[in-house]
């Protein structure tokens, strides 16, 4: 069995297509127009190993804003839809992650009740193409649309393309292990039978 989903989503300020495979290889194929959205993005699928396909057509005359923000929206949703009822899965996942200097920390719980934590200030306004605080917008729109409880720490680093990168490997390979099935489990991981 192979866990997908295809998103779509159009407004006057961007659109937007995404095919998702959590059960993939790590393939990518990202076209947001923001070359330094499409590296993270592409880190995101290699190290979660999920195979990702996506265009999006954003207002990038305007800024970075719509475009990164409503991509987080749509990979949410994606999850969300792949991931399924949830029965079998670890439901929770977490990963310390180093990259060269930068040490972050991701959870992630798949809860189907939203919550974000983040707490970092960048020390520069962007990175390549892509404001720094749209980091943040990201995965707070994963998080809310994916409904899922998310957190994420910058435990280390002094390099700002090296911090952001490290969180979104971090969150691809918590996600991993958060959507992996365990023998195990032959419901939700939940007493309340249901999530």
């Not at 592409?42 to 923000?69: I, M, N, Q, S, Y």
């Amino acid at each position: 069995m192979t866990r997908k989903a295809v998103v779509k989503r159009n407004t006057k300020e961007t659109q937007i297509s995404m095919d998702l495979s959590i059960d993939g290889s790590g393939k990518a194929r990202i076209e947001t127009g923001i070359g330094f959205f499409d590296h993270m993005l592409d880190g995101f699928a290699r190290h979660g190993l999920f195979d990702l396909k996506l265009e999006t057509a954003g207002d990038l005359e305007v800024d970075c804003h719509h475009t990164v923000e409503d991509t987080g929206i749509v990979l949410g949703n994606a999850i969300r839809e792949a991931v399924g009822d949830k029965k079998g899965i670890r439901r929770y996942g977490s990963m310390i992650l180093p990259m060269d200097e930068a040490l972050v920390l991701c959870a992630v719980d798949l809860c189907g009740r939203p919550y974000f934590s983040f707490d970092y200030d960048f020390k520069c306004d962007s990175v390549g193409d892509m404001d720094t605080e749209m980091v943040r917008e990201f995965f707070y729109a994963v998080s809310y649309a994916g409904e899922m409880n998310l957190h994420l720490k910058v435990l280390d680093g002094q390099n700002t393309h090296h911090i952001i990168e490290a969180l979104f490997k971090a969150f691809a390979k918590a996600l991993d292990e958060a959507a992996m099935f365990d023998g195990r489990i032959t419901d939700v991981m939940s007493t309340k039978g249901t999530l």
